[in-house]
């Protein structure tokens, strides 16, 4: 490019211009006689770059599948083993609940304050309680009888703990007194109605409730809970008023129970 004085214009290129004599603008390297052995050491290492190692994930854990497969194995053979042992004792021992009848009752003193509904009774149960098991002796244990009217309790009471040995049949004798216990109206009412019907029967029930273990030899088992029902029981009352009263057990005798363990 001409400039306008005839003179060549400078390029700006932003690289050192060249000196005069000298096509490289850089300083030229020292010559061969430079260097002790005429050759140019040789550039320094470079030290090598080794990428940053990452810790190894954990392995998954391992099982040893062969001893759960194992213990697993045992668990079962045991839940077997208990179940054929209690299937032999049950097949050889043959248990049986045991059985309870009412034999006879009787009320005496039995009298109702109907402004006040307050009851006043004596009831004398007699009970009789066989076991039916010609290999176990049974224990009775914390044994309750209770009276009861249209499914509310009248009276209470405790019975002695006693043993029972195989095949053996028991009288049971249960005593319960009732002075002057309030009662709903609706007993007052319905036993006034039952004391109004030709015999006079009032229809109690009994209940009786024990801890029971049964002893198979020198083996004991654990202890249970044994309710029994006695439902429907008439004493006959033919005494209409208020006044005291005394009856006894209408109707076929023993009254036959139900037991549930």
Known sequence: M????????????GYPAATAGSSYPYPAPPPASYYPN?????????????????????????????????????????????GLVTLIVWLVLRPRL??????????????????????????????????????????YDHVTAVVLYDS??????????????????????????????YVDSNIVKGINSDR???DGAVHFQV???????????AWKTRWHMMRVYCDDVPIGLRNGTS????????GSTPKKCVVNL
Do not use: C
């Open 98 to 139: 045991p059985e309870f009848t009412v034999s006879s009752a009787t009320v005496s003193g039995f009298n109702f304050s109907t402004s006040q509904q307050l009851l006043s009774a004596d009831f004398d149960l007699n009970l009789t309680v066989h076991n039916p098991n010609s290999k176990m002796g049974i224990y």
């Open 2 to 13: 001409i400039s306008s004085a005839g003179e060549p214009k400078t390029v700006v290129t």
């Open 38 to 82: 005429g050759h140019p050491p040789p550039p320094p290492p470079q030290p090598l770059y080794y990428p940053t190692a990452y810790p190894a994930a954990a392995p998954p854990p391992r099982y040893n599948t062969a001893f759960l497969r194992r213990l697993l194995s045992i668990a079962v053979a045991l839940f077997l083993l208990f």
């Open 152 to 181: 509310d309790a009248l009276v209470e009471t405790s019975l002695a703990p006693f043993y029972q040995a195989k095949g053996a049949a028991t009288a049971l004798r249960a005593r319960l007194v009732a002075v002057g216990m």
């Open 207 to 217: 209940r009786v409730s024990a801890w029971v273990r049964f002893k198979p030899g």
């Open 243 to 250: 006044a005291a009263a005394t009856g006894y057990l209408v």
């Open 196 to 198: 109004g019907r030709g």
